[in-house]
Structure formats: C-alpha cells, structure tokens
C-alpha cells in the first residue's frame, strides 16, 4: 500500500513539474513542433516514466536532467529567434512545391515528399485537380499551404527581407535581383537593410517592418 501511494505521490509531483517546463518552454501547437521539440518533449516523457516505474530512486534524480533539457530548449528558442540563420537550422525552410501552377519535382525529391503525399494533402483541402493550383507551399511544420487560381485572387506574400537579411532565394522567385530592392526601397526611403526586420512584396507592394531597437 505504501509503495503505491508513493508512485501516486511521485505521478503528480512529475505532472507538475513536466506541466511547468512545458509552459516555461513556451506554447507551440503540435503540428509546429520542429524536430528538437520533439526530441526535447519524448526525452521528457521517458525520464518521467523512469521515475514512476523506480519509486525507490531519489525524484532529484529525475527532475534535474528534465531542468537540464528545458534550460537547452530555452536557449535554442532564443537564439531562433534572434538569428535566422539558427532558425533554419532548427526548422528548415518552406518549400515551394507548386509555384505559378508548376510543379517542382526537384523540391519534391530534396524533400522527400512524393506525389502520394502531395494528393493526399490537395484532396484534404478539397482541391480535386492539380491544374486548380496556383501555388502550393510545404511549411517547416508539414502542412501545405495552397492557394488556388483565382482572377480576383491576389498573389502570395513574398518575403525579401527577413531580420535584416537578404533572401537571394526568394529574390529569384519574383524574377528580381538585390539590385532593384535596393534601388526599391531607396525610393520609399530605407537605405540600411540591416534595420529592417521584414520585409515584403506581394502584388507590386512592399511592405517594409523596421527593427525595434529599443526592445532587442
């Protein structure tokens, strides 16, 4: 009897603390979970169920490696944040799978995401033929974000700069160079990239965010 209220105790003192570290770690619905997350809340999971199954072994023991990986999640989270080159690394990029009602094979295979997956994700989303899409986006969490064609549909939003960063990448993607954005955004008068957080250009407009200095 002892033994089992015991196990009863050590379950709701881990609920606690497991349900502390996850708010600490911040809210992130599960389908934006990027791979450390995962990583991150299966270690969790299994050092919790280890202290449950060992209710002979000290709960400290336990408790301080879970403390250890949220510190690790919190730090990586910051420095996502902060840095774009680390928030690539940690969630990827999207993918554009269908760009101007074309299909990107070679995006496809980088990806390893087949046409199986691509129909399945379409007929999700109601979308019967192919040739009805006008652009259709893999995002870092899995989910295809698709747009139809549509003659009062504007197009997508495609960011150019994103803290104070040049995306090459996406450049091509309007048929443009760093050349004319500069020369762009010279006329709506902002001279330093560096200052501008994001960036923007969707329909022949630019919409242009400015770093908050005050508050990095």
């Known amino acids: 009897m002892e033994e089992y209220l015991l196990i009863a105790f050590r379950t709701i003192i881990l609920y606690g603390v497991i349900s502390i570290i996850f708010r600490l770690m911040g809210k992130r619905e599960l389908g934006e979970l990027n791979v450390l997350d995962l990583v991150v809340y299966i270690m969790i999971a ?11 072994e000290r709960i400290m023991n336990n408790i ?23 928030r690539d690394l940690l969630d990827g990029k999207p993918s554009i799978i269908i760009n101007n009602g074309k299909i990107d094979e070679h995006e496809m295979r980088k990806q390893r995401y087949n046409f199986d997956d691509l129909l399945l994700q379409l007929r999700d989303k109601n979308i019967r033929n192919i040739s009805d899409v006008e652009f259709a986006i893999l995002e870092t969490s899995g989910k295809l974000s698709v747009y139809e064609k549509s003659p009062n549909q504007g197009g997508i939003t495609i960011p150019l700069i994103l803290d104070g ?16 954005l500069l020369q762009e955004l010279k006329k709506l008068g902002y001279t330093q990239v560096k200052e501008i957080s994001f960036c923007s250009y ?7 965010d400015i770093i908050d200095t005050k508050k990095r």
């Open 64 to 86: 301080l490696p879970m403390g250890v990986l949220m510190v690790i999640q919190i730090f990586l989270s910051y420095f996502s944040l902060k840095n774009k080159k680390v």
């Open 46 to 56: 299994e050092i919790a169920v280890v202290a449950i199954e060992n209710p002979k």
């Open 165 to 180: 960063e040049v995306q090459e990448s996406n450049l091509k993607r309007v048929d443009k160079n760093k050349f004319w």
């Open 202 to 208: 969707q329909d022949g407009k630019f919409f242009v």
